[in-house]
């Protein structure tokens, strides 16, 4: 079986499980709503209470922004996305050298920031400041190559000053398949749905990490190669501070959560294939009665 179909067959077997009612993978610890006792744990001046306060439903469930406490995994098969030639709109770049004071170098130490989580980070100016979806112009952004079909994206911005959470959500996210597309309707926006609080690395170890955040579409089964990280647009927090962001790397994520470049191992294919095999065998119970 080849790669391109083994991915395939993994794709469906993801819609299966999901279809059965079945989670592909197991979720992290996210706040249950306001109840929980981490509600209003501060992290860097913010909290999940501050941003249900900016108009977000904080919860566990569906449709609601998950909010962790803790530092974001790597999943399997995760791969940095890589700037596409000629689409990256780079405006600068830096390395920070101070992790826990936000302490930061201009330009980047090392070679073609961007491509790899290493706190040597890239900027974008907005091309739009607007908070109409309508008025997005992802072309602008600096665009990635995700390496494989992704329905989310997580982003690992660098804060090099506060307030937070909006200077590590200062940005728009938009997937698609056409890198050099000027329409926005060849570009999908995708939602935030994830935050982690203390990055990917624990606040002892790191601050300028920020908010480590997941960008979801709305259509599960929807998939593409390519996203755009625009400074400010549409989804960035409101009020924002300046025009530009600080993106350290990107990596595409699939509906489930792993890592565009994950290959299932011989055991996720059983599985898979039996949940085609149980839901075909529901759909022709359900014929026949």
Do not use: C
Not at 133 to 157: E, M
Not at 185 to 203: I, K, P
Request: zero cysteines.
């Amino acid at each position: 079986m080849t790669i391109d179909r083994l991915h395939r067959a993994a794709r469906a077997g993801s819609i299966a499980l999901s279809l059965l009612g079945l989670s592909p993978l197991a979720g992290a610890a996210f706040i249950s709503g306001p109840g929980d006792p981490d509600y209003d744990t501060m992290f860097q001046g913010a909290s999940a209470h501050t941003f249900a306060d900016l108009g977000f439903s904080v919860g566990s469930g569906a449709g609601q922004l998950h909010i962790s406490t803790g530092t974001w995994t790597d999943p399997s098969g995760l791969i940095f996305g890589s700037l596409v030639a000629g689409h990256e709109n780079v405006t600068g770049n830096g390395t920070t050298i101070n992790k826990m004071t936000y302490g930061y170098t201009q330009p980047s130490l090392v070679a073609n920031p961007g491509n790899a989580r290493d706190y040597s980070w890239i900027q974008n100016s907005a091309g739009s400041l607007s908070d109409k979806p309508s008025d997005d112009k992802p072309w602008t952004g600096n665009i990635f190559d995700l390496g494989g079909a992704a329905n989310k994206a997580v982003v690992f911005p660098i804060v090099d000053h506060g307030p937070l959470p909006y200077e590590v959500v200062e940005y728009t996210v938009y997937l698609g398949n056409d890198p050099t597309s000027s329409s926005l309707s060849d570009w999908h926006l995708a939602t935030l749905s994830e935050v982690y609080m203390q990055g990917w690395e624990a606040d002892s170890t790191a601050l300028a990490d920020g908010f480590t955040t997941v960008w979801t579409l709305s259509d599960p089964t929807a998939t593409f190669r390519y996203v755009s990280v625009a400074a400010v647009g549409s989804q960035a927090l409101r009020p924002y501070f300046g025009d530009d962001d600080e993106i350290d790397a990107v990596a595409g994520l699939t509906a489930s959560g792993g890592g565009v470049g994950a290959v299932p191992e011989p055991e996720t294919y059983a599985l898979i294939l039996g949940g085609l095999g149980l839901v075909g065998w529901k759909a022709r119970r359900q014929r026949k009665d």
